[in-house]
């Protein structure tokens, strides 16, 4: 992904891409206009207060901080079949699916952690878009690096393999044909002003539900 990223940065001066420590990034303070995170900083566990605090300490005052993160329990469309085979296999070992999501699934949630961590004009929305599944057939081969966080899942290809591939292959297929509901996606995204104060921030909620099966025009920051 690093190496795909910064063959397309090439044509623009002073872009780099790098990997580095969400907790300790290498950049001075103030040195950027904006930051912005797609499902990263928030699911961060309880070293999401301090990744987000980096984001903030880099962006200058007055600057933009954006944050994007999943508004369900399950997370992308594609753990709820996932969800629904692992409970199928009735295996006591596994018991039932736990839902990989619990923390900042709430607007409120990310308008406080913002807050806190140095922002203010806090502005909301709620999205919403029909995602394209894998194939039933190679579901589980592409989506493979994702699950394997997930801890039921190994052991459910550890113990059930055949059987598992098996009953998650029609969990996709139902998802396709809409007997189990079409897989949509529900996120939150956020931004906000930097003041590296949090005792000056000043919420501003506004909640607009867009349906992203249209097309939406890019977002810019001046």
Known sequence: MVGRLTERLKPYSGCSAKVMDALDLRYGD???DAAFSILGVLDCGDQTTKALAEMVRVV???GVVSVAHWADPVGAPFFTPLGR???RLNDPGLGKFVAPLSEYLKQSEIEHALSQAGCHDVRLESIQLQCVMPQ???FVDELHPIFRMHPQ???AVSLHRNRFRTILA???RAMETGEHG???ARANIASALVTHDASQAKPSIIEAPHDLTRRRGPARHG
């Open 85 to 87: 085979a692992i409970n």
């Open 182 to 184: 079409h897989p949509i």
């Open 136 to 138: 039933p057939e190679t």
């Open 30 to 32: 103030d040195e950027f």
């Open 170 to 172: 029609e969990e996709v």
């Open 153 to 155: 899942y190994l052991t």
């Open 60 to 62: 200058r005052p007055g």
